[in-house]
């Protein structure tokens, strides 16, 4: 028997717009997103701290949404949340085939080939 994970995700991990505080030496004005990573069954994201150079991951979760955005590729309406999207100051979804987008606060999509 499969468990359905909740509706939403836990209010710690709703996006947000700051970036993480250093876990090494709690300056959050020096921390930057350094980008996604893969490690053996996890996706992660990538943070570095310019202050003390120290460097660490932060788990990614997916979760489903009852109403998210259809995906701008192939028009499924079958999508997650994924994560924030620091570089744009977005949520990251994907699509059950796999495709990524950004949807903006102010509702504007971003596909990976606008932010080139």
């Not at 359905?4 to 970036?19: A, E, K, R, S």
């Not at 701008?72 to 079958?78: A, I, K, R």
């Amino acid at each position: 028997m499969t468990q359905n994970p909740p509706p939403f995700p836990p209010v710690q991990q709703w996006p947000v717009l700051d970036g993480p505080d250093c876990p090494f030496c709690a300056r959050p004005d020096h921390v930057r997103w350094a980008g996604p990573a893969t490690y053996p069954g996890a996706e992660v994201t990538g943070w570095e701290c310019r202050n003390c150079l120290g460097t660490w991951t932060i788990s990614i979760t997916h979760w489903p949404v009852l109403d998210g955005p259809d995906c701008p590729h192939c028009l499924t309406p079958v999508t997650c949340w994924a994560a924030i999207e620091p570089d744009h100051h977005g949520d990251l979804w994907t699509c059950e085939h796999g495709h990524e987008f950004v949807l903006t606060p102010e509702g504007l999509v971003i596909l990976p080939e606008d932010a080139a």
